[in-house]
């Protein structure tokens, strides 16, 4: 049996061209003060043997570590994964993390991080202790946990905070929820629908209040009201029925709902079905995630597309270019789409009688 390749190492190209180990680590992260005859002697010697440099390689500049560590919710991921519901955020989040630390040389690692923990700076700070990341990308809740925002300035590690507008270190960046939210809206009013309800997400997300804020006023540039048509949930399914219950036992002339999850979405759905209404004909539904479940439904959901993948691989991208952002500098904000399907379509008329 023929014999595997043996990995070439960074001693071995060391050896091939005649220097040290720190010299090949120089030429590998690009640092200075290497004469240019040895830096084409050992990139020669890099060619000839096929060497890829390893992270252990390139950390020893000393300089950097190659690694940019994104944070995530322990416990909402683990209980998506438990359930086999998936976490696109999480699948989008390493698609454009991955991909922008890759084209830079560098690797993304993740950790789960319960935000609500007792011990989130003893983890945190384990993780940062153990991996020395380059750049942190926290995402919500974390990203307005000031636990962690401030061990990662007092630490001086730079980091963006996705979903975070608040003053303060870091980059602050959303995926312009309320902006998306008033889009949404705004399409239902042009589809004839007068009366407009929101499932809201839980108030420890800054971005389920901008949400908020974004129905309301596309309401109100219309002269229609928001009173009695907004319920809160938690991003979850069970939550999302109580919701749409709530919603549609309150207002019996309801004729749209926008829902600030995929799972509470689908709860609309069910719950419209189990009451013998008809999506679209009787309900239009709005999902604020365009996640693939959504586009299996039947029908399938309208959503908005959060740019996810996008807006990690800004904060990658900033990260790595060591970016410096003050406390009065300008949030960065990705736009959000809307994608129309089979569960949004013109309002019904009204019954006869009604107003």
């Avoid at 008033?182 to 499932?199: N, P």
């Avoid at 799972?263 to 539904?285: F, I, K, T, W, Y």
């Avoid at 990658?316 to 970016?323: D, F, K, W, Y």
């Amino acid at each position: 049996m023929a014999r595997g390749r043996k990995t070439v190492t960074i001693r071995d190209v060391a050896d091939d061209a005649g220097v040290s180990l720190q010299t090949v680590s120089r030429v590998v992260n690009g640092g200075p003060n290497v004469r240019p005859q040895l830096r084409d002697k050992v990139r020669a010697s890099i060619d000839r043997l096929g060497y890829v440099p390893s992270l252990a390689a390139q950390r020893m500049s000393g300089s950097r570590s190659y690694i940019i560590l994104a944070i995530n919710d322990r416990e909402r991921t683990l209980a998506d994964w438990r359930e086999r519901r998936g976490t696109d955020w999480v699948d989008q989040m390493l698609l454009g993390g991955i991909l922008t630390c890759s084209k830079h040389g560098y690797r993304m690692m993740v950790e789960l991080i319960d935000t609500h923990s007792d011990h989130v700076e003893r983890e945190l700070g384990a993780a940062i202790s153990a991996l020395q990341p380059d750049g942190v990308v926290l995402t919500p809740p974390h990203s307005e946990n000031r636990l962690i925002t401030d061990l990662l300035a007092e630490r001086g590690i730079p980091f963006a905070r996705i979903g975070s507008k608040q003053p303060g270190p870091g980059i602050a960046m959303t995926m312009g929820d309320e902006g998306a939210a008033h889009l949404a809206t705004s399409r239902l009013v042009e589809l004839g629908h007068r009366s407009i309800a929101m499932i809201a997400g839980p108030s420890q997300y800054s971005l389920s209040g901008w949400r908020i804020e974004g129905w309301k006023r596309a309401l109100a540039e219309h002269g229609l009201p928001h009173d009695g048509l907004l319920e809160g949930g938690d991003f979850g399914y069970e939550s999302g029925t109580r919701a749409a219950r709530a919603l549609l036992d309150r207002n019996p002339h309801l004729t749209a709902i926008i829902a600030s999850s995929d799972q509470m979405a689908l709860a609309a759905l069910e719950v419209a079905r189990d009451r013998g209404l008809h999506v679209p004909r009787d309900l239009s539904l709005v999902s604020f995630d365009n996640t693939p479940i959504v586009r299996f439904t039947q029908p399938p959901l309208t959503a908005i597309d959060q740019p996810i993948a996008e807006t990690v691989s800004r904060a990658v991208e900033q990260l790595i270019a060591r970016a410096e952002h003050s406390e009065n500098d300008a949030v960065i904000e990705v736009t959000a789409g809307l994608v129309e399907r089979s569960s949004t379509a013109l309002a019904p008329a009204p019954a006869s009688g009604t107003a």
